[in-house]
């Protein structure tokens, strides 16, 4: 198994600056919005995460627009002003989306590795999971895991982070750590070397 690099340019910047305390809690998805990737659950714990923050929250999505059913949902649940959907970002907006974000959300049912979390904790995001296979093995230690189709997990896990700066710096800079051993250099050598190794086998 071969880890896939992050680009360097979502290297964090130390120009750049965190949002006040006060602001709203921003919430960061990118993705799409397909049946696996769970965005229900995040939707449903919205409302719960306000209350329980007594502060407002924004669920940022990037990627893919929202299903029917999720238009739907976020209707009944009377959610629309706190959700912005910005589309399919080019790369090189990529980065201020997930710096000025409070934490990435990657609430997948499944993943094949779950490149969102290695470019969030390059930025310095803290990540929130599901406690999957995949995303447990490309961030263990770093992230935080949620029980996948709880929301009412999510929303606790969520206000947790959101209400604990001293924690969230820890994920950050353990995050960074993390995302700088994956560049596309290991990947590519990794990929190499398994080339040579089939060569080796066909002669």
């Not at 299903?67 to 912005?84: E, F, K, M, N, Y």
């Not at 290695?118 to 447990?136: H, K, N, Q």
Request: charged share 25%; net charge positive.
């Amino acid at each position: 198994v071969i880890p896939e690099g992050v680009s360097r340019r979502f290297r964090p910047s130390a120009c750049e600056l965190r949002r006040p305390p006060s602001a709203p809690a921003r919430i960061l998805h990118v993705g799409h919005c397909g049946f696996y990737k769970n965005m229900e659950a995040v939707l449903w714990a919205l409302p719960a995460i306000a209350r329980k923050l007594g502060r407002s929250v924004e669920l940022v999505k990037v990627g893919g627009r929202f299903t029917p059913d999720q238009i739907a949902l976020i209707s009944r649940l009377r959610i629309g002003d706190q959700v912005r959907h910005l589309g399919t970002l080019p790369e090189e907006e990529l980065p201020r989306a997930y710096r000025s974000a409070d934490l990435l959300l990657m609430p997948s049912l499944h993943e094949g590795f779950g490149l969102p979390v290695l470019e969030a904790c390059s930025r310095g995001a803290p990540v929130l999971c599901a406690d999957i296979p995949a995303l447990r093995e490309l961030a263990a230690g770093v992230a935080g895991f949620v029980a996948a189709g709880d929301a009412l997990e999510w929303a606790r896990a969520i206000s947790a982070l959101a209400s604990d700066p001293a924690r969230a710096a820890v994920m950050r800079e353990a995050g960074v750590r993390m995302a700088a051993a994956h560049d596309y250099a290991r990947t590519a050598g990794e990929v190499l070397e398994v080339l040579r190794q089939v060569l080796r086998n066909t002669n």
